[in-house]
T-cell receptor, first 112, second 112 residues
Framework: DTAVSQTPKYLVTQMGNDKSIKCEQN?????MYWYKQDSKKFLKIMFS???????INETVPNRFSPKSPDKAHLNLHINSLELGDSAVYFC???????????FGPGTRLTVL | DAKTTQPPSMDCAEGRAANLPCNHS???????VYWYRQIHSQGPQYIIH???NNETNEMASLIITEDRKSSTLILPHATLRDTAVYYC?????????????FGKGTKLSVKP
């Protein structure tokens, strides 16, 4: 069973569209995260959620919004996609906010 | 910005020990040293972490100097599957400083 899963694995879309990436963890963890890895391979945290509460919000555009319907899911919604949003997005989870994090396989987003 | 310095790349012969150094001269007393790795096209994977004592698990050993200003990750018998980018991360126990801040890492190439 996959611990942290993401869908879709690949996403190709046009500029200006709105898209969502889904993330699910079956580890019973309390905290979930979203990271962005750009073309230069730098991996940066975007958001984290703990018990449905946003506890970290790095300087990302407000076109990006995390939504957590329950403790096992943290979806990433992106409005008005731009070319610079092309990247690999990783979801992660941890038992608590300072425990080791388990990462999903990533979603490669390409904006044309 | 990452608080660690790592060599950009290293080679290791298969079956030999891989010793990956990391400098973290500005580490604070409440900060741990974490190691993650990212195999090509996969999400990062937790390896090990420590505060001041040496640590060992099934994947690796972590040696932290007495002044805590540097550490070494040791893969005792490297295999081809250990080829990856290895990230050394300094991480606080509390607050937003508990974020994982990824630097550029060390690209380890294990060669037959």
């Amino acid at each position: 069973d996959t611990a942290v899963s993401q869908t879709p694995k690949y996403l190709v879309t046009q500029m200006g569209n709105d898209k969502s990436i889904k993330c699910e963890q079956n580890l019973g963890h309390d905290t979930m995260y979203w990271y962005k890895q750009d073309s230069k391979k730098f991996l940066k945290i975007m958001f984290s959620y703990n018990n449905k509460e946003l506890i970290i919000n790095e300087t990302v555009p407000n076109r990006f919004s995390p939504k957590s319907p329950d403790k096992a899911h943290l979806n990433l919604h992106i409005n008005s996609l731009e070319l610079g949003d092309s990247a690999v997005y990783f979801c992660a989870s941890s038992l608590a906010s300072h425990n080791e994090q388990f990462f999903g396989p990533g979603t490669r987003l390409t904006v044309l | 910005d990452a608080k660690t310095t790592q060599p950009p790349s290293m080679d290791c012969a298969e079956g030999r020990a891989a010793n990956l150094p990391c400098n973290h001269s500005t580490i604070s007393g409440n900060e741990y040293v974490y190691w993650y790795r990212q195999i090509h096209s996969q999400g990062p994977q937790y390896i090990i972490h420590g505060l001041k004592n040496n640590e060992t698990n099934e994947m690796a050993s972590l040696i932290i100097t007495e002044d805590r200003k540097s550490s070494t990750l040791i893969l005792p018998h490297a295999t081809l599957r250990d080829t990856a980018v290895y990230y050394c991360i300094v991480r606080a126990v509390r607050g937003s400083q508990g974020n994982l801040i990824f630097g550029k890492g060390t690209k380890l190439s294990v060669k037959p």
